[in-house]
Every structure is written in structure tokens, then in C-alpha cells.
């Protein structure tokens, strides 16, 4: 499974931006596919993912009520509607997918089997 993710970018805080992800294969009922985030000299932090079976959806803390992932399944793509950005928003974003997480594991960048490439998204204060 392939991974491309599009729509990062320069923001001032405040503002928003969409990010896309969309996998090669048609996604199961059984995928996941959320974002992680990373700043240099940090671990990748968990953001949100979103459960193709039943829809539901998780948020990291630090975005709930700011932040809403969203997907289509007939495009195979996730989004993630980043609002009230902040500076502390600021770093690069992966795309992540797997078919076999259990809802204790979602948060952990080691249990994602597949990677997209990294967008920046940088927001200015």
C-alpha cells in the first residue's frame, strides 16, 4: 500500500489548512489511516485516525475541537481539517495507514504498517 499525502503549507495562526491522504488500494473495512506529526529533535506524535469500520474517529488532545479527520472511501483518501492552527502546530505531518491496529495501539507510530511522505506544514504567529 502506497501513501500520498498533499496539502501542506505556510499558515499564520489562526487560519486553516486540509491536508489529504490517499492509499493506492481500495481500503478495507478493517484500515485505519490517520496523521502523525513530527517536530526535528522530537518523536512523532500522534494526531488522529480514523476507523474504516463504524467510522469512528480519535483525536490526540492537543487537536480535539480544532481538528477533524474525514474520509472518502470511494477515493480511497483521508483529510484532516486543521482549524485554529496554532505555532505549536508547526511540522511535518504523515500520513499512516494499517489493517490490523487494536484501539490500544492507535497512538504508536511503531504499530502503523505504512507510510506516506512527509508534508510541512508551518504556521506563523
Known amino acids: 500500500v502506497q501513501l500520498q499525502a498533499f496539502g501542506g503549507g505556510l499558515v499564520q495562526a489562526g487560519g486553516s489548512l486540509r491536508l489529504s491522504c490517499t492509499a493506492s488500494?481500495?481500503?478495507?473495512?478493517?484500515?485505519?489511516m490517520g496523521w502523525f506529526r513530527q517536530v526535528p529533535g522530537k518523536e512523532r506524535e500522534f494526531v488522529a485516525v480514523y476507523n474504516w469500520s463504524g467510522g469512528s474517529k480519535y483525536y490526540a488532545d492537543s487537536v480535539k475541537g480544532r481538528f477533524i479527520i474525514s474520509r472518502d472511501v470511494g477515493k480511497n483518501t483521508v483529510y484532516l481539517q486543521m482549524n485554529y492552527l496554532k505555532p505549536e502546530d508547526t511540522a511535518v505531518y504523515y500520513c499512516?495507514?494499517?489493517?490490523?491496529?487494536?484501539?490500544?495501539?492507535?497512538?504508536?507510530?511503531?504499530?502503523?504498517?505504512?507510510w506516506g511522505q512527509g508534508t510541512l506544514v508551518t504556521v506563523s504567529s
Open positions: 488500494v481500495r481500503t478495507s473495512s478493517r484500515f485505519w
Open positions: 499512516a495507514a494499517d489493517s490490523r491496529l487494536i484501539l490500544s495501539s492507535i497512538r504508536y507510530d511503531h504499530e502503523y504498517d505504512y
